[in-house]
Structure formats: structure tokens, C-alpha cells
């Protein structure tokens, strides 16, 4: 795996990570995630989303798992992905980066909020 | 519909790509379409799905195979080349076709560029024989007009014009030719630095040897001995005047017994002072021993077609020489020439010049970069500024009908409008003649500097494989008082520095014009 692909994270794949953390989901879903968890600033186009997932399935920071039907969608069979351990652990490692990042910021009085 | 389109898009990803995941990437724009209906929606999500494609298949194309991963590795472990194989499928059969389109089309793009260079100099290196390039033969045929500035040019003069001139004349043919030159023209640069004659027609191979062998050897008392009796035999032969040649030759010996010569052992330098020898015995400018640095070649002998051809193709790229040729505001004609080239090569260029301006009301010629070139284009251009033949002197030829200029031209209107010539003391040689003789004439108005006063002509004689002596074999008439340009150079009627000449003929030509 191209592990410099990876290295920094791009913020569409840690964004796929994020929105794995809770159940898995299929590609359609994983944009919706996406974008409701980003206020809709990001909304994942087929093509990034597959390359990000391509990439992520190749890190084995995901997986896939056996497809299945979703109701609210129909009766197509999709193909679902789940978060590994080694997917969690870099969601966590590049959460934690850029909460270093923002901590100055907050030192600072730059940025307000209760949550970093 | 959309879908449809969409599916076509998703064609621009990579196989391998629309593989795995074209599937999925269609379902995907399928849903969204489902949930995002209306206008905007639509609009939006058209925007969404180019800007993806737009970002994703180029990287999609630069991606790093998984199958290459590790294969530097493997490849060094091995110490073997190997080769990895990335699609396990043949690529498709219109792929295959395109490529070979393609292939076929960059080679046949190629050959052709390469055979057909015409004006892509970035492509002439590739083409010349290197041998060609190397030669002092080959050099012989650039307009020195173009060539860098200073006294290397006024040696690059002589080159051009003594190869051309001379090599248009068999030797012991001397009978005036319609069409070419009859003399060969021995040069000088303003710098009195010695001209290196090159080897017109010489066998290459040998001269190159000789080069090496010779270059650089001093003269000793044997070696100057051997120059003084050549010069001798050169003189009594050929001269025109044999009881000056006698005088000259008792001279030339008088001075190699009182040891006035012993000094001088370098060629450069020894040729100058038998010149000066012979010239205070009888002070003729157009007489001189010269010192050739590469080997004098046995015989002269014609251009080749080759060389010839290489001319043509010179000075097509350069327009022959006419470097502009425009109007300037109130109707003043306006001709930079740098080069009088050869009329059997550049007459329609010449034509086509002075055609274009044969309707102004003044003319001005800009001969301050102009080192010379072929008299007969000299007196073909002068012919255009008549409406009668002109007397039209020339140095460097006997006195024949052909010294008078075919004018007037049919059709031509330029008689009898006001001439100005803009020189510098680069204006050399045939530029020279061209200020002289109408300025003789009255005929024209010169501004700027005195020209270079270059004038040398004669036959060239080779003495041995350095030395060699131009000798005048002609005895012309020159109806005017006053000395020709040679070593004083023509004196302008109104004395400005070049570079104001322009500025200061068109000043004056307007007041002129306007006093009309």
C-alpha cells in the first residue's frame, strides 16, 4: 500500500473514516454521512469517494463487508465497508493532530468553542 | 438520459477503475438524482459530478499500481531485469489501432521535419555534414553584411568576397564577364589587419594537415627567401607596369641584403613590411602581399553546386540582404541593404525592393551596415537612379561599356527623386562604390560617417602555401578628380554619428519635400 498516499490524511478519507465510526455503510451512504457531519461543505462525488475508498480498502483502514439490501434504497444489493482497527487508529491519530493544531489557536484566543 | 451521459463520463476513469467501482459510481448518481430533484438540485449536482471528474481522473491516472509497489525492490534483490505485468488483459483492439495511428503519425512527422528543414534552424545541425560545417569553404558563402561586428568581420569580408569573386573566375581568364565578377577582390578590414584569404575550392583534407603542420611556424632567413623570390617572379609576370616591377623587385632584394627583413618572423608581420617595401617604391593602394593562416590551395577553382546551392539557400533566408524596405511617413522611401548579394541569385528580390517603392518622393538607402558584395548588384541598384546610362566607375575593372549603368529602367520612377544614403565606417567596399560614385554623380546626399575605404582589387596569386599576392592587372578610368574611397574612405556630405543618420535624413528630406 502507498502508505504516503495516506500521509497527511486527505480530509475526504478522514472524513469516509469518521463517518464509518458508527455503522458501516454503502457508498451512497457514506456521502450522505459525509456531508451531513460537514454541514453539507463537502459532498463527495463518485469519483473521490470511490478513489478514497480504493485507497482506504488498500490500507486496510477499511473493508468491505457481504452486500446487502437497504430498505429505504430498494432492492439492489450494495456493497457495504466497515472501519478496521487500523482505520479507527488513524481517524484517532489524525483527530488528535489537528486538535494539537487547534489548541494553540484556542491558547491564543483565536478561536472560541468548549470542545477542543 | 443523464444517467446515460453520466456513464459515458465515467468512460474517461481507467479501466481498472470503472472495474471496481463503475458500478457502484453509477448507483451512486443514481440515488442522488432520485433524492435531488428540481432545477437547482439538478444544477447542482451536474456541478458536483464535473468538478469530481474534473480532480479524481486525473489522479485516478497517476495512481501508483499496487503491482508496482515492491517492484524496485524485487528488481534490485534480483540483480535481473524483470518486467511486471500490470493488466492482465490485452488492451482492446481499437486501443491497439489508435496507438499504431499515433506511432506511425510521430514518426512520419519527424522524417518529414528532418528532410524538409526549411526555415526550423533548430533542425539544420541534425541535417549538415559535420565535415561542411568545419570548412573554411563552407563559411565562405555567408553574407559578412550579417555577420558579428568589428574586425573579425572585416576578415570575414575578405573571405566572402575574395571565395566569391575569385572562384567565379578561371584562372588566366581575365575577359570581362556579362554576369560575374572578373577580378578577385583582396580585402582589408578598416583595422589594416592582414585578411585571411580562405581556400576557395581546396582539397580539405590536405589543407587541414597542412594547418597543423605549418600553422604556426616562424619564418627564417631561407623560409623569407623563398617568399622575396616568389613575389619577384609574381611581380615581373604579372604586374602591369614592368618597369615598375623591376624597380619594385631591386627594392624588395635591397632590403632582404641589408637586413631590414630579419625582424620580421611572423607571417602577418613580414607580408606587411614587403608591402610597404614595394609600396614606397611605387605607391600603388591596390597592390599587397598577403599572409593566409590556412594553406593557399594549389589551384582555385569554382564553387561547387553544393556551395552554390548553400548561397541560394543563405540568402533566401535572409531576403538577400534587404533587411527592410518600408515607407516612412510623408512618402519617403526607405531601403536597409546589408549585402549587395549576387543579381543571378537575388535579381527578383532587388526588383521586387525597388518596385515596392517606386512611388515615394525620396529615397534613402541605409548602407551603415552594408560591407559590400557584388558589383554587378552595386551597379544594378545604382541603374534605378538614372533616366540615361551613367558613367559608372568601378576599380576593379577595366574600361568597357559594361561601366555604364543600364538605365533608364522600364517602368521605373525613381530618376529623378532626391537620393540620400546613410553610412558609417563599417560601409565597406561595393557599399562604398555604390557612396562614391553617386556621390560623383551628385546624384545623392550622404549622412553619417566616412565609409571604411576598402577598395583593394586585383588578381590573387599564390606565392606558396601561405603567402600569396593581389596584383592589379587592370587599368581603370577614373573620370572624377578626386581619389577614389580606397584606405581614406568616402567622406559624407553631412557628417553625423550612425546612429543619428536616420533621424537627421529625414529631417532633412521633409524640408526638402516641403519646400517643393
Known sequence: MPKRKLDPLPSAAFQILLSLAGEDLHGYGIMRQVAEQTDGRMRLGPGTLYSSIQTLLEGKFIEEVDRREDARLGEERRRYYRLTSAGRKLARSEAERLADLLRPARAKKILRGDYV | ????????????????????????????????????????????????????LAFSVPGQYFRIQPALIGASTLRRLDGLPSFFILEDQLPRFGALLLGCVFTLGAVGAISVLLTQVGPYRIFRPWTFQPQRSGSAHSSAFKPAALHAAGEAEGRATASVHSATSATSLPPGDNEPDDTQPNTLLIEDGPESSRPQIPPPGAQK????????????????????????????????????????????????????????????TEGPAFAALLTRQMRDVNPDRHLELVYSQDPLPQHMTGPS?????????????????????????????????NWFPDPSVCRPTATAAMASLNHVDAIIFDLRDNRGGEPEMVALMAAYLFDRPEYWYNPRENTTQKSWTRSPVPGNKLADKPVYILTSDRTFSGAEQFCYDLKMLKRATLIGETTGGGAHSGVFHRIDDHFGMGIPETNPINPYSEADWAETGVPPDVQVKAADALETAVKLVQSKLAKK
Open chain 2, 305 to 337: 553546386a553544393e556551395d552554390l546551392a548553400r548561397y541560394r539557400e543563405t540568402m533566401k533566408e535572409q531576403n538577400c540582404a534587404f533587411q527592410k524596405v518600408e515607407i516612412l511617413p510623408r512618402n519617403i522611401g526607405y531601403l536597409k541593404l
Open chain 2, 1 to 52: 438520459m443523464s444517467e446515460k451521459i453520466y456513464a459515458l463520463l465515467l468512460r474517461l476513469f481507467p479501466s481498472h477503475f470503472r472495474e471496481a467501482y463503475g458500478e457502484e459510481a453509477l448507483q451512486l448518481f443514481r440515488d442522488r438524482a432520485r433524492d435531488e430533484k428540481g432545477f437547482f438540485p439538478s444544477v447542482q449536482l451536474w456541478l458536483d459530478l464535473l468538478t469530481d
Open chain 2, 205 to 264: 583534407a590536405v589543407a587541414a594537415t597542412n594547418r597543423v603542420v605549418n600553422g604556426d611556424a616562424t619564418l627564417d632567413a631561407a623560409a623569407r627567401h623563398r617568399v622575396i623570390v616568389g613575389a619577384i617572379v609574381t611581380l615581373k609576370e604579372h604586374y602591369i607596369y614592368p618597369d615598375m616591377a623591376q624597380k619594385m623587385a631591386g627594392a624588395l632584394l635591397a632590403h632582404e641584403r641589408s637586413g631590414d627583413d630579419d625582424a620580421a
